[in-house]
């Protein structure tokens, strides 16, 4: 598997929300992350996965909820951080939307602009592909960058590790 596939699907992981299959998969994450070939990224998985285990299981869920389920500043629905044009919205939700019906698939149970949706996808397809994907959600990824960062979320490193990812990609095309 590229690097790009696997940190793509690592940072998706960690972004999801931490239900009980969620920790049945979090020593296999763990161990992926350990085997990554930058040490940079390597380093920052590691640390967000030590910090996940600070907590207890329901802890951290109740952390989860707390910090992106109930934040409307904070939420990782990319579409939803400056509803000010409903119009607006629902084209950006439309896009995404493509983007997965581009790449064969179609989402059931979440809604397209979900960001670790987006990052599973970008971890399934070819590198132009890959780009494409990022690109759609980067100016969205920028914005919740900067709202991790006035909330002082310790997950604005893995948004960092992701427009990394797509400024490789470019380099690489």
């Given at each position: 598997?590229?690097?790009y596939k696997k ?5 998706a ?13 979090f020593?296999e994450?763990?161990?992926a ?11 920052v998985?590691l640390d ?5 285990e ?6 951290y869920?109740r952390e ?17 951080h400056?509803?000010?044009d ?17 790449n ?6 979440e809604?397209?602009?979900?960001l ?8 399934t397809?070819?590198?132009?592909q ?24 310790p997950?604005v ?7 990394a990812?797509?400024?490789t990609l470019?380099?690489?095309?």
């Amino acid at each position: 598997m590229d690097e790009y596939k696997k940190i793509l699907k690592i940072a998706a992981y960690l972004l999801e929300y931490p239900d009980e299959n969620w920790r049945e998969d979090f020593k296999e994450y763990r161990a992926a992350a350990e085997e990554l070939k930058s040490a940079q990224v390597r380093d920052v998985f590691l640390d967000l996965f030590d910090y996940i285990e600070q907590f207890g299981a329901k802890e951290y869920e109740r952390e989860y909820v707390r910090r992106y389920d109930f934040s409307q500043n904070t939420n990782l629905y990319l579409t939803t951080h400056n509803r000010t044009d409903f119009g607006k919205q629902s084209n950006e939700m439309h896009d995404f939307k493509q983007l997965f019906l581009e790449n064969g698939y179609d989402l059931q149970k979440e809604l397209p602009d979900y960001l670790p949706a987006l990052l599973e996808l970008a971890a399934t397809v070819e590198p132009a592909q890959a780009k494409k994907v990022l690109e759609t959600a980067k100016n969205k990824i920028e914005l919740l960058r900067e709202r991790f960062i006035e909330a002082k979320l310790p997950a604005v490193f893995l948004l960092d590790i992701i427009l990394a990812q797509n400024s490789t990609l470019e380099v690489t095309k």
